[in-house]
Structure formats: C-alpha cells, structure tokens
C-alpha cells in the first residue's frame, strides 16, 4: 500500500489519540452495581441550617468568670492548630470586637456601649457566598442538600482565592504543616489538614451526621448558641429570627449570611 | 552511511539509557522481603465473622478508589453509612471505621505501601491528616 | 529556528549564563519554598495575596501590550509597524510565561494544579484566567513562529494563521479584562469593587507594553543588526503618550470617587496607599515614586520635541513602565486586603526567599525573551541581507 509519511504519521497520530478511549470504554460496558450510599440514620437533616449568637447571654456568662468554652470546644474537636503569629494564625471561631465584626456600624452616639465588647465570630455559611463563586475547582461548594458551606480538602489546591473573596475574614489558610501546633488533645475521629490548604469552619457536619448538635453549641454554658434549620418552621433559630430583631455582619454586600447576632 | 559527531552521540545515549533503566537496577540485589499483614488487632479478634466492607480480593485492588468514592460521598455528598452488597452497613470514615479494626498500621497498611515503594508521608499521603492510630510498638 | 539561540557572541553567552544563574538562585529558593511552605513568604492570613500574584497581574498587562502593534498592523495596514510585531508578539509569550510560573510559585499545594482542569468552574473567574492564559501563550507561539519561519522561507505565511491573528486581537483585551475580574468582582474588597477596574488594567497595560517594547526596540537596534525603525517607534511613543493620559485620568477618577463621596470604605486604601492611616504607611513612598515617575514621563511624552529625542524617550519609556509596575505591581493587589475585613491594619513586606523566587521567574522570562528574539533577529538579519 503507497502511502507518503505524513499521511501515516496523520493516521498513526489519530489512532494513539483512540487509545485513551479505552479506560472509559471498559467503565460503560462494566455492569454497575453500585453499593448504595446513605445517610446515617440517626444524622440531623436540614435544608437550611443557620445559627443564632446572644451575645447578651455571653456576655453575662463573662461577667461571672472568663468563659472560652465554644472557642476551645470547636478547636479541639477539630484539631485547629494553635500558631503563635497573627500572620498565620488558623482559626475557626474567635472573638473580636463590635466595631471590628461589624465595620461600618458604629458611630460617636447609638452604639458607644457597644464599642470594645467581645463577639463571636466565625464563617456565615452564606446562602450566597463569594468564596464559593471564585473557587476554581470546587474545593469549596455550598452542599445543596443542607446549604453548609463546606471544605474539600482533597481537592484544594491553595490558590487562596475563597479567601480574597470572603468579606468576613473567615477562612484560614495553612501556611505551614498544622500537626506539630495542635496544642489541644488529639481528636482521634477527625482528620489534621495538610499545609498548603485553606481551611474554616464547617457548622460541624460530621457531628450533624452523627446526630449531635455543633461543638460550638454544645459547649455554651449559657446558651447563647443556638442552631437549627431556618427552612423548618419550629426550629429555634427560626423562631427567633421571625420574632425579633437580628443584627448579621454586611448584610449590603447581598451575601446572605446564616449567623444572626442578638445583640 | 556515516554517523556525524559518534562519540557525542553515543555517549549521550548511553546517559540516556542509563538513566532509563535506572529503576530496573538500582534496587538490584536488594530484594525486599514479601509484605506480612498482620491481622490480629483486638477488635479483628473479637469479630465473630471475620469480614470487610470488600472481599479480600476487591480490596486489595480497590481500596483506593473506594476510599476515594467514600470521600466525595461524605464531603460533597453528606451521606456517611455505606450499604455493602450483602446490605451490611459500614460507616464511611478511615479513622473511624477501617482504623478502628485494623489498628496496626505499621504491620498492616505500611507493609504492602513499603514494599511497593510507595514512600509514607509523600505517596499515599493518607497519613498526614488522617491521623494513624497509635501503636504500642 | 531554534539553533540559532544557540549560537552567539560572547556578550550573547555571558547574559545568558549571568540569566540561569539568577533562573538557579530562584529554583533553589522555590526549592525551600516547597519543603517548608508559604511560611517563608510575608503572606499572611489578612494579606493572602502578595508579591508573586502581584508580579502575575503587572505581567499580563505587559503581556496583551502585543495587540498594540498586532491590530494597527494588521487590522488597519499600519505598515511601519511591520518588522515591530513579531518583537511583541515574542515579548507576550515570554510575559504569558512568567504570569503562569508566578501563578504556580504561589499555590500552596502545586502538584494538584490539575484540579482545575480536572474539575473545571465556570462560575470561578480564575478558571477562565487559566482558559485566557494558556490560549494567549498557544496562539501567540503559533503565530508568531510561523509568521518568522515563512519570513525565513521568503515566503507568505501559510493561510491558517490570518484567523489565528485575527484572534489574538480579542483575545489580548480578553486577557487582562478577565485577569481584572478577578479583583472587580468580589464584594467584601473596596478597593478592587469598581467597575473601571478591566479599564484601568488596558490603559496601564497599553502604556507599559509598548514602553518596554521601544526600549527592547532600542537595545535590539544596538546590539543587532536589526533595525524595527524609527517610525514605528514614533508611532508606538504616540500611543504609550495617551495611554499613560488615560491612566492617570483613571486614577483620578478613583481619587473623585472615593472622596467626594466620602465613604470610609472607598477612602480607605486610597489613604493608606498614599499618605498611610495610624501610622501603617509602608507603601506611601513607593506610591508618591509611582506618580512623581508618572508625571515626569507624561511632561516627556507630551512634548514632541522630547518625544522624537531618543535619549529623552528611553528616559520616558523607563518611568512609564516603573510607574505602572509600581502602582500594578505594588499597589493595587497589596491595598485591596488593607484595612482586613475587620477594619485592622496589617500590613505586608514580601521576605528575602520570596524576592529571590519573583527574582527567578523574571530572569525565566527574560530568558525566553532572549531566546527567542535571538531568533527573530538572526532569521532578519539573513533575510534582510
């Protein structure tokens, strides 16, 4: 058969490329039966989870003895690292103060008691978060089942862009390996993070699963944590968002967040 | 037919096979021994039917992408308890579920990883956050 | 083609060798890097973006610059800017080069770059950066190495790259409006949420481009034998003159915005920019330096008579492409994360391992640059003779 070399190299080239339709051709033809994954059955299900912080109740936890229990409480069961610098610092739920976790809300008159008082702050879980918008491989993806914003730390590639996008200063990222600063006892059931990755809070999904309330809101003596599922109509959250007034942290940027402060 | 620059040439080729071959021989000599799993850990012990989520043979070839189904099934799915096909149910987690039978990473996971050449902390990086159960060693 | 990088005179090999040895030094510190983490880096939680996505965002203006010469030339018969194009054409592949290295020296976790591929968002501005990207670096190698090899050929280029040039027009505005998207969009930084942003980058681009391509122009002249002509140089200081203009009028627009409507967070990086706010002023001088080099090269620009003198124009050349690097390079990524959301002032300085790592993939970039204009100017030299 006559052929000139470059048509041979032409067909020869295209022929290589119909070789790597192989591993997919054996996936089609292969019967699937795939084993079944589910819920568990005792997981506390939502559709939209949110969280109610009265600081009030905090505060008059404070007056009586320095209580850092929800912050402690998170950390732990986490294994959130411990990093003695500002600039690389990781942290899921902290505190700081009115005008720094509500910017742009002060003023010389109406809020002067406020000014210099601790609140809690921590990721907004946004019904319309930008972190989630600009993630370029969907490492971070708000779950459509129960609205959590959550982390892929598989799939991270720690381009920090979720972190110039959240308005909220909420995300931490790994600078350096965590595991030597976890200066808390070793949560056993919960994974380390690696460094290289962004990590924050997760409205506790894997304690959720397992049919307990966040760590958070567990640990709050005073109970001034409350969660719950803002789409059922007899949640607590739902119930006190509905009846009086909430304050929730730049609320003008449309982000819609899921944190409602009593204030 | 005449060969242009022989000694560049073939000396560059010898670098080149050499270097191509080298995992054929640099380990030569040094056979490692074959993998011993252990599994005699307390819980295994304890079992009446010594059973895995997968047969033995499935695991062994697809623990890796079950691990990995498990992953995005949990995270990016929300549903942790896996129905195996014989309809027992297992929870999805490596800490909480596998570790917990097979507590003996170092005479079980390590030995097939190792011998492989598979080098722990780099490939599979499991380890690194998914923390190892401790060991009495 | 390309043996002909890999002849030259001695200067030719001393620059090179003095490049790999800068390209090692940055490999070295990118060595570290990877062990330890971006811990070595002045990257912190508040300002999580630093230097290397600066250096990224400054480059692609540079990069999309080669639509300067490409679309008067090919669109509009501008034909003093016929022996120019392939010079900027070369000068976009060896940008495009550095803004992905930069991109790839700043993920903390690399080897999963793949993820993006794998998994593409077309929600994520950043996944049409990488689409913009890659496309502008393939369309520009095509074009500009077929064009210079049918040059060599004494031949027309064959007929499928007119479309590919054709593209690449578009496709350079594309480059850096999605790479300004990449700030614009995001709501809680009010420094970067304006909608001028993708402007500003084409003005600053279109100023700084062509800049740097008169004076590689010039030092192509002198140390080759290749002449890309006065005229197209003239015509190229013309556009470099009212695309400075328009930055500034830009930059003024900002300043208007800002504090005519006195809203404390539009103020805020503008004042902390340039006069510092409780103290925190790290980049006040580097900002004051951007404008004094900013004036000085309009005052040059705008007059013809220090327009058309050479020296006075390199002169100008070199302050518009210093100011623009220090208002893109500096300025606008490091000032969109100050004051944080918490209205806290933490400032950044990037440390000596990450100066070192920048300095490595400028030098890759400046290599390829001279690789490939060795090329486009041996392959000249011999068809000209």
Redesign the interface.
């Known amino acids: 058969m006559k052929t000139s070399r470059r048509s041979f190299l032409k067909t020869g080239g295209i022929a290589a490329l119909g070789l790597y339709a192989l591993p997919f051709a054996g996936e089609v033809l292969a019967e699937s039966d795939l084993p079944k994954a589910i819920h568990n059955p005792n997981a506390l299900r939502g559709e939209h989870w949110a969280m109610v912080v009265d600081m009030q109740k905090c505060w008059k936890q404070q007056e009586q003895k320095q209580c850092k229990e929800c912050l402690v409480a998170c950390h732990t069961v986490h294994n959130v690292p411990e990093i003695d610098s500002i600039k690389e610092e990781i942290k899921w739920i902290w505190t700081n103060n009115y005008e720094n976790v509500f910017p742009g809300q002060t003023d010389d008159f109406n809020t002067q008691n406020l000014l210099g008082k601790p609140f809690i702050a921590l990721c907004n879980h946004c019904t319309n978060p930008p972190c989630v918008r600009v993630c370029p491989t969907k490492a971070t993806f708000k779950r459509a089942e129960d609205g959590i914003v959550m982390m892929d730390f598989h799939r991270c590639i720690g381009c920090r862009y979720c972190m110039a996008g959240c308005p909220y200063g909420a995300r931490s990222f790994n600078f350096r390996d965590p595991q030597p600063y976890i200066k808390t006892e070793l949560n056993m059931k919960f994974p380390t993070r690696e460094r290289g990755v962004v990590e924050k809070c997760n409205f506790c999904a894997e304690r959720l699963a397992d049919g307990l309330l966040p760590a958070c809101v567990e640990a709050c003596k005073a109970g001034a944590l409350s969660f719950g599922d803002l789409a059922d109509p007899n949640s607590v959250v739902r119930k006190i968002v509905s009846s009086r007034f909430t304050m929730r942290r730049k609320p003008e940027l449309g982000t819609q967040p899921n944190v409602y402060y009593i204030v | 037919m005449k060969i242009y620059d022989a000694r560049y040439i073939l000396i560059g080729l010898a670098i080149f096979v050499a270097l191509f071959t080298l995992p054929f021989w640099y380990n030569m000599g040094k056979a490692a021994p074959a993998p011993e799993l252990k599994l005699d850990t307390p819980v295994i012990q304890q079992m009446a039917v010594k059973q895995c989520v997968l047969p033995k043979a499935e695991m062994r070839t697809g623990h890796m992408q079950m691990l990995n ?3 995005t ?1 949990v ?11 014989d309809g027992k ?1 297992y ?6 579920e596998c570790m917990n039978c097979h507590s003996n990473k170092t005479k079980f996971c390590d030995q097939c990883h190792t011998y492989a050449g598979l080098k722990v902390g780099s490939v599979p ?1 499991c380890w ?4 190892a ?1 401790k060991e009495n060693q | 083609m390309l043996e002909r990088a890999l002849t030259g005179d001695k200067r030719y090999y001393r620059w090179i060798m003095f490049l790999l040895v800068l390209m090692g030094l940055g490999f070295a510190s990118y060595l570290y890097q990877f062990n330890k983490g971006l811990t070595i880096t002045g990257m912190s939680r508040d300002v999580s973006w630093g230097f290397y996505i600066a250096q990224f965002t400054f480059l692609v203006g540079v990069a999309a610059s080669a639509v300067m010469v490409v679309l008067p030339y090919y669109l509009h018969d501008v034909k003093v800017f016929g022996k120019i194009t392939i010079l900027g054409e070369f000068l976009a592949i060896a940008s495009v080069t550095m803004c992905l290295l930069f991109i790839v020296v700043d993920l903390g976790k690399p080897m999963r770059l793949l993820n993006v591929l794998l998994y593409p968002t077309p929600n994520s501005v950043l996944f049409w950066d990488m689409v913009v990207l890659n496309g502008y670096l393939f369309l520009n190698l095509l074009i500009g190495w077929n064009v210079l090899e049918a040059e060599r050929k004494g031949v027309h280029y064959p007929n499928w790259v007119k479309p590919l040039i054709y593209l690449s027009i578009p496709w350079a505005v594309s480059i850096h409006t999605v790479t300004a998207f990449l700030y614009a969009g995001l709501p809680g930084r009010h420094y970067w949420l304006t909608a001028i942003m993708a402007a500003r980058f084409l003005a600053s681009a279109f100023a700084s481009g062509p800049a740097l391509l008169i004076l590689l122009a010039f030092l192509v002249k002198k140390y080759t034998k290749f002449d890309p002509g006065k005229e197209a140089i003239d015509k190229l200081s013309q556009i470099i003159t009212y695309a400075m203009l328009i930055s500034l009028f830009f930059v003024g627009l900002e300043v208007f915005t800002a504090f005519y409507s006195n809203i404390p967070t539009h103020m805020e990086a503008l004042e902390y920019l340039f006069f510092g706010i409780h103290g925190h002023g790290r980049l006040v001088p580097f900002m004051w330096l951007f404008l004094i080099l900013a004036i000085v090269a309009v005052v040059l620009l705008i007059n013809p008579k220090t327009r058309k003198n050479e020296k006075t124009l390199k002169i100008a050349c070199l302050a518009t492409f210093f100011s623009m690097w220090l208002e893109k390079g500096l300025g606008l990524v490091i000032a969109g994360f100050i004051p944080n959301p918490f209205n806290e002032l933490r400032e950044y300085s990037p440390t000596i391992p990450e100066l070192m790592i920048a300095l490595g993939v400028w030098a890759t970039g400046i290599f390829v640059l001279t690789v490939l204009y060795k090329i486009a100017t041996s392959v000249k030299e011999e068809t000209a003779s």
């Open positions: 189904d498990w992953r099934w995270v990016r799915d929300g549903l942790r308890t896996y129905v195996a096909a149910t929870n999805m987690s490596l800490q909480k990086y690194t956050c998914h923390i159960p």
